[in-house]
């Protein structure tokens, strides 16, 4: 039977719409997965990576994050969110929707921002989330690239915070960098990737000391040569969930890069479901 991702527009607060695409699989996994892209992707860019999980058994779903795709809120000079907003309203609303879709416990994975938005939202304990996949996700942290490229991270990390508060939004597709994006959003992200903790704008919470709480399953799975998120990047970013039981693999494949690797993942899917296996029959 052919797979066929289908999609239904979900409120994620007072006001704001999005879309989940989502295939449901006959006797599935007992896993759910739910994935959140990386920033200024939408979540139709997916579906092959939709239905390569669903050919293994898994029931799985996409979310629009706010202001990308479908999202009914886009970033301009009046309108602004950060990864409080998304953590707080975009993230659970998803979660709910693919509990009574599929009635699983669920797995985030995570691609670039969204698998740092994964780690995150597992800070906050939400017992309907079981484990995390982060698909060459790492932190942004400048000091954890190679050499000179930390210098070039650096620069452009900090540029893109001041030209999104001048401006009031960043108009990423001018800069060959994702989509327009909130001028919070890009200054959560600029200040982590200045400092390397996350200090989310709006909490009061120790991000830092809550995921260093966490203690979920996790698998990182990252690209040897990916400019945008080399290994340092991904343990700088695992390393802060220190209770958690990690499992990083790397992929030597310099065909592959950031984003490609969605246009032919079966390297990524065999790893996942390597991992399924491994863990949970131990």
Partial sequence: ????????????????????RYIKVEAPAPNAVLILPALGVPASYYNRLLKSLAKMGRSCAIIDLRGQGTSSVKASKLVNYGYYDILTEDIPAAITEVNNLFGLPVDLLGHSLGGQLACLYSA?????????ILCTAGSVYYRTWPGLQKIRVLISSQFARVY???????????????????QKLINDWGKQALTGRYKIAGSALNWEKELGDVTLPILAIHLSSDFLAPPGAVSHLCNKLVSASKKLYCIDNPVLDHFNWLRQPDVFIEAIENWYLQFYTV
């Fill in 1 to 20: 039977m052919a797979l066929i991702v289908q999609a239904r527009e979900i409120q994620i607060a007072r006001g704001k719409t999005t879309e989940l």
């Fill in 124 to 132: 906050l304990q939400d017992e309907r989330v079981s484990g995390l």
């Fill in 164 to 182: 999104a508060r001048a401006a009031g939004y960043f108009p990423g597709a001018k800069f060959g960098f994702g989509g327009d994006s909130f």
